[in-house]
């Protein structure tokens, strides 16, 4: 089958001061589309349809295993964006029947305005919560949180942001939606990884806190007396594709890193822009970690050199240099 990319929006700033975007394997294109779109407002920017050759490429199989691509974005950000991917053979979900220790790809977290009303017509849509909405206070700032299972078992986290807070303010979609503003992994120790993202991309640790208590093993479905360690990473002028890493004390769940691989369906990997590609492989190897072969693509956000590396914890990230 031959590939036909639809651009549906010719202007795609792209910013280096986040992840570009979150790729997210679907069993149905469809039903994927009509949750983003249909009751998140984001945009369509990109629709591929047929084989392509990068993502055969960074997976090793077969260019005719991928049959849809799609990128969108809420709007005004320049990161943060979903890609999504369907294979011809979608299988079993990354986090299918998961525990919420797991370790691997665990959140996408999406800032909303009014919560109360977005839960009650999700509701009315049929969709479930994990549990009902929540509110905290973290360093000053003050948020209501609701966990949301989406398709894929992609689980989906909306925050509203009580606060004035310059470094979580962002634009909406008109259905009241904006992100992904944090990309949430469970990571076994949140410094090496860490210290991986700020020094191959140079992130500023905006966030690190242990919680603990009722109120989050409550929305995060912790056992009793149990706590986590957070390190967000990303800028301040920056309010989408965050890093969100979790650690939990005492519990070691199931490494999930281990089923992102073709053709589960779920978060898979996710894509940095980097200035130059050259320097950052070369760091990389200097830090003896994995890097795949480089070749020049045509991708969804323009033609690219692209090469995979994997994080310390074993998140498959793809490094971009447009060009």
């Not at 990068?54 to 005004?76: H, N, R, V």
């Not at 986590?228 to 769940?253: A, C, D, H, N, W």
Request: glycine residues 8%.
């Amino acid at each position: 089958m031959t590939a036909q990319t639809t651009a549906h929006s010719m202007n795609l700033p792209v910013s280096m001061a986040g992840i570009a975007y979150i790729t997210i394997s679907v069993a149905d294109m469809d039903v994927a589309l009509g949750f983003w779109m249909g009751h998140m407002g984001f945009e369509l920017s990109r629709r591929r349809s047929g084989s392509d050759e990068l993502i055969a490429a960074l997976w090793s199989i077969e260019a005719d295993d991928i049959i849809d691509q799609a990128l969108l974005t809420s709007p005004g950000a320049s990161a943060g964006r979903v890609h999504l991917l369907q294979f011809a053979s979608p299988g079993e979900a990354v986090r299918h029947e998961s525990a919420p220790t797991d370790i691997g790809p665990k959140n996408l977290d999406i800032n909303c305005t009014d919560m109360h009303r977005h839960v009650a017509d999700l509701k009315s849509a049929g969709y479930g919560f994990r549990s009902e909405v929540g509110e905290y206070s973290l360093e000053g700032l003050h948020t209501r949180e609701v966990q949301m299972p989406c398709h894929d078992d992609t689980n989906m986290v909306f925050i509203e942001v009580l606060s004035e807070a310059e470094a979580f303010k962002a634009d909406f979609s008109a259905r009241g939606f904006a992100g992904v503003t944090s990309f949430v992994v469970v990571v076994p120790d949140t410094l090496p990884e860490a210290q991986f993202y700020q020094q191959l991309f140079s992130l500023d640790e905006l966030l690190h806190h242990r919680v603990s208590g009722p109120e989050i093993e409550a929305l995060v479905g912790l056992p009793k007396g149990a706590a986590l360690e957070l390190r967000m990473l990303g800028k301040t002028t920056q309010p989408f594709g965050r890093m969100e890493l979790v650690s939990y004390e005492g519990i070691r769940g199931v490494n999930r890193f281990d089923r992102t691989v073709p053709f589960a369906t779920g978060v898979i990997s996710c894509a940095f822009i980097v200035p130059l590609l050259a320097a950052t492989v070369a760091s990389l190897e200097a830090r003896a970690l994995s890097v795949g072969s480089t070749g020049r693509f045509n991708t969804l956000l323009g033609e690219a050199d692209v090469v995979r590396t994997t994080s310390p914890a074993g998140m498959k990230i793809d490094l971009l240099e447009l060009v």
